[in-house]
């Protein structure tokens, strides 16, 4: 056995399990190390956060995680070597799990898959009669199942599709569970939804499974939640709602003042091929209150994980709460689109948050590779003459491109309009917030733009459809920690008049990110449109660069 190399810190805890089974030997890694970033697997580090830990890494954790691999090239060994420390770790002994729940974060985090209930006995029934969780989980380290995943994680790729491994197709199955709540079928949830008074609250058994054929409703007023609502730390005993078919809609939607909270909504998505526009995980329909707090949000088959409707729509709402949940879209692309049945062409990202609601306060959430942009504002009406303002503010998030390239980190998005059909419109921003977010990338994926204060660069001259335009944001605060952003812009105003841009103490880099072919976005760490025209009236305490966004979106 290949002597292993000190162990990292994962957060409080420090591990000393490195394949420390006798007998049980990985496959040797590779043992060139790349200076450009191609060796660390992005992905795989998230993923063994999200699925073990139910949260992003600490930056300090991935840098840890990145520096083995750097040092020690990407394969079986140095991938078991970082995997088992989190498993193992003080954090992960911290949840409390018993043997299922466990067993089931193993076969996400390592295995890429869901849990096979027969399968999972077995392994269950060693741990219930004395097998230790640190051989358990070296075990699963030197597995075919394992091994077989190994040239995908380490494929080298850089700025690619090929840089993330997706998501198996196994169909999620229901665990045991002895917990008290809801366990049964989407028809009796809705039912007994609709009959819960205004105030009441439905709880899931935990680990309970509900698979949904036609979006599921949480009335005005309701709340639903798992029983001991979970955190999601604990999201492997959360219940579960999964997209079981092909409908257009969401997973779940709440009417206005319904409340989501410690639940797990899964898009059931397993591919890049498999997105179509619509069908979201879940979708806010404005309200007064209403709020999707805490929950694990995961594999949107459509253009969100996360969608608040607002006035623009219909949906008039104000106090509405987004915050502290976990966004994972693993099986989504930054690259790729194709036709649908209609005969139009779309995209197969999706974004992670949006709202189109003038008072939505989007905070403290995680969200990792959506491959369109991780948090998107939209004007909080469609009439550019209405007194309503979009005065939302997003603070405090965590973004991260790990395995799959995001459009942009975070957008102030006034949207499009159609030449011929429709006026170009500017819309108020006054009172919106984009302030204290934290994000970053691997070394070898990106944002196009980190923060984008308007879209000329989506819409802008002849690129698409013509853009419209928005005034009065405010941007300040947000980092890039102690690691940095690979990015073709770091912060861009473009789009956007009268924005105050505070001081945003990032490390954008532009090492090699890939620009659109003939009019590139520019390499910039903050750049406006001034002498264009669009980005008047902009107040800045960091050096800006005048250039020009218009249609350079793409890649």
């Known amino acids: 056995m290949t002597a292993a190399r000190p162990v990292f810190r994962v957060a409080n805890g420090v591990v000393a399990v490195v394949l420390a089974v006798v007998g049980l030997v990985a496959a040797p890694h590779s043992t060139a190390a790349a200076d450009d970033g191609a060796e660390v697997p992005g992905q795989y580090i998230s993923k063994l956060y999200t699925e073990a830990l139910g949260r992003l890494p600490y930056q300090s954790e991935w840098a840890a995680a990145a520096a083995v691999f750097t040092e020690g090239g990407c394969g079986a060994q140095t991938l078991a070597e970082v995997g088992q420390q989190v498993y193992t770790s003080a954090d992960y002994a911290k949840l409390g799990y018993d043997n299922v729940a466990k067993l089931s974060t193993l076969y996400r985090g390592v295995w890429n898959t869901e849990a096979d209930p027969s399968d999972l006995s077995t392994w269950r029934d060693e741990l219930d009669h004395g097998e230790s969780w640190s051989t358990v989980v070296a075990r699963f380290f030197v597995s075919d199942e394992f091994n077989a995943l190994v040239p995908k994680i380490c494929s080298g790729a850089r700025d690619a599709s090929a840089t993330s491994y997706a998501w198996s197709g196994r169909t999620p199955a229901a665990l045991p569970s002895d917990s008290a709540g809801f366990n049964g079928n989407q028809e009796d949830l809705q039912r007994i939804l609709d009959n819960t008074p205004d105030g009441g609250i439905v709880q899931l058994a935990e680990r309970s499974l509900v698979t949904i054929s036609q ?7 309701v709340t639903l939640t798992t029983t001991a609502e979970p955190d999601t730390g604990h999201y492997a005993m959360m219940g579960r709602l999964v997209r079981g078919g092909d409908f257009d809609g969401p997973v779940v939607q709440i009417a206005g003042g319904g409340k989501l909270t410690g639940v797990w909504v899964d898009g059931g998505r397993t591919g890049p091929g498999a997105g179509h526009p619509g069908r979201s995980d879940v979708r806010v329909l404005g309200g007064h209150g209403t709020q999707v707090i805490g929950n694990k949000v995961s594999n949107s088959a459509g253009t969100a994980g996360i ?51 003038a008072d939505t306060a989007i905070t ?18 469609s009439d550019p003459n209405s007194t309503v303002a979009q005065h939302s503010l997003i603070s405090r998030n965590r973004i991260l491109s790990a395995g799959i390239g995001m ?76 690691l940095s952003a690979r990015v073709r812009t770091g912060i861009a105003v473009s789009g956007m008049d009268d924005v105050t841009l505070g001081r945003n103490p990032a490390r954008w880099t532009h090492d090699g990110v ?20 669009t980005a008047a009236g902009l107040e800045s305490d960091q050096p800006i660069d005048d250039v020009g966004f218009d249609g350079c979106m793409g890649e």
């Open 215 to 221: 979006p599921l409703t949480v009335p005005a007023g």
């Open 307 to 357: 969608e608040v409707y607002g006035q623009s729509r219909g949906y008039p709402c104000s106090d509405v709460t987004i915050s502290r949940n976990v966004v994972t879209a693993y099986a989504n692309d930054h690259y790729l689109t194709r036709q649908l049945d209609d005969g139009t062409t779309a995209g197969m990202w999706t974004d992670g948050i949006t709202s189109g609601c």
């Open 364 to 381: 403290r959430n995680q969200i990792v590779d959506t491959g369109g942009v991780g948090i998107g504002l939209y004007p909080a009406t």
């Open 407 to 482: 459009y942009a980190g975070i957008v102030a998005d006034p949207q499009y309009y159609l030449p011929n059909r429709d006026d170009a419109g500017d819309y108020d921003y006054r009172g919106a917030r984009i302030t204290g977010n934290l994000q970053w990338t691997a070394p070898n994926t990106h944002f196009v733009i980190g923060i984008a204060a308007g879209t000329r660069a989506w819409y802008g001259g002849a690129a698409m459809v013509g853009p419209n335009s928005g005034h009065g944001l405010t941007v300040t605060g947000n980092s890039t920690g102690k």
């Open 514 to 533: 890939p620009g659109k072919t003939g009019n590139a976005c520019p390499v910039a760490a903050v750049a406006a449109s001034v002498t264009a025209g």
